[in-house]
Structure formats: C-alpha cells, structure tokens
C-alpha cells in the first residue's frame, strides 16, 4: 500500500534555532500534503497544504514565515520551522493521499525546543 | 461552525462492552468517510472507510446518515487493545478534516 515517510520522528533543539521537517511519498506522486500539528491530548490540527510546484496554502493563525513549506518534487514535502521557541514544541506529521481513496500518514516528528 | 464534531469523552468500558462513537460534519457536500485510530504519540491509521451502505469489520461497525449529517462507529466485545483515541475523519473538496478524537480505555 502507499506510504509516506517521515523524517526526524524525534529532534531537540535550541530556542532560536531552526528545523527542518520532510515528508516523502514513497509509491505514489503527491501533487498536494498536508502539514498537521497536534497538542498533547488535543487533536490534529491542519497547519498548511503544501502544493508541489506553487505556494503552500496556510491555515489561518498559522504563520507563513514561521512555518515554511516547501514542495519542490512530487514526493517531497519540507516544513521548517524558523525561530523555534518552546511554545512550538509540538508532534508535527504529514499526510498525503493518492487521489481520492484515504490518507496516509507519515510517522510524526516530535520537536522538543528547549 | 467546525467541519467535524465528535465527543471527545472519554470513554472507560469494561472488557467485552459494547461502545458507539457519533461524529457530525457540517458540510453536505463532504465525498468521504474515515475512522482512523490513534495510539498515544503515534500516527493516526486507518481503522475504516465508512460507505453509505453501512460496513462491517469484525467488531467493528461504521454507518453513515447523509441526512443528518453524521457518522458512527460501533465497537463490540471490546478487547483492551482497542484502548486508543479514534478519529472521524471527513473528505471535503479535497481537504481531510478531523474530529478532535474520542478517547476510548477498555478497562480489564
């Protein structure tokens, strides 16, 4: 089946400091992912829909220049987040979807800004 | 208004309950269906696609009623290992939106 793969599943870093997050199709084209955050006991909330070839779509509150997306091939989506500070500590993970049938996850990245 | 609305609970059941989870979603036009199951610090899976017709998956049941808008998902004969957070999930245009997950702990 398809799968999407995630990398890191797990960074620290310094406050101030910037990571970058990528998301890999691994058997399909995925002209459109989605960027997903999600709190502690609190469910997925959509970030950001990363298009391949143009300018991520972002939801609202959500910073552009903070969180940038970039979407340069049809199997590679990459978020980093610029400046991160501890309030940005957060699971971040990615899906994409083969046409119209489900959506597949990637693993997650859990991000510790310290 | 959110796209989707589930009770968060949680849920504590006795081993071999059975449990339902309702989810409503405010767009009409929504094409697709999903329960995914989330286990702590893990990526969603897919439990089940949800058709119009109603589906059956061992335990597992999932209707959809298009009129009103929601969908269900019925466990029965719960086991402990289907302590998890399951999530509604609706297709939309395109764009998957998610229900804030309800919280399910089979207790022994």
């Known amino acids: 089946g398809a799968v999407v793969s995630q990398h890191p599943s797990r960074v620290i870093c310094k406050s101030g400091t910037s990571v970058k997050i990528e998301c890999r199709s691994l058997?399909?084209?995925?002209?459109?992912m989605f960027w997903y955050r999600q709190f502690p006991k609190q469910s997925l909330m959509l970030m950001a829909t990363?298009?391949?070839?143009?300018?991520?779509?972002?939801e609202q509150g959500v910073e552009k220049d903070k969180f940038l997306i970039n979407h340069a091939s049809l199997t590679l989506s990459t978020l980093t987040v610029t400046s991160a500070h501890p309030e940005d500590s957060s699971f971040y993970i990615c899906s994409a979807f083969p046409g119209s049938t489900e959506a597949f996850f990637g693993q997650g990245t859990r991000l510790t800004v310290v | 208004r959110k796209e989707v609305e589930q009770d968060p609970g949680p849920f504590n059941v006795p081993e071999g309950a059975t449990v339902a989870f309702n989810c409503t979603y405010s767009n009409s036009a929504s094409q697709s269906f999903f329960w995914y199951r989330q286990d702590c610090r893990k990526e969603p899976k897919l439990l089940m696609s949800v058709y119009s017709s109603g589906n059956e998956d061992g335990r597992f049941t999932a209707q959809l009623n298009r009129a009103s808008q929601y969908i269900s998902l019925l466990i029965r004969d719960s086991k402990l290992s289907d302590s998890a957070t399951y999530l509604c999930?609706?297709?939309?245009?395109?764009?998957?939106?998610f229900g804030t997950g309800t919280s399910l702990t089979v207790i022994p």
């Open positions: 058997d399909f084209q995925a002209t459109t």
């Open positions: 990363s298009n391949e070839g143009s300018k991520a779509t972002y």
């Open positions: 999930v609706v297709n939309t245009g395109n764009q998957f939106y």
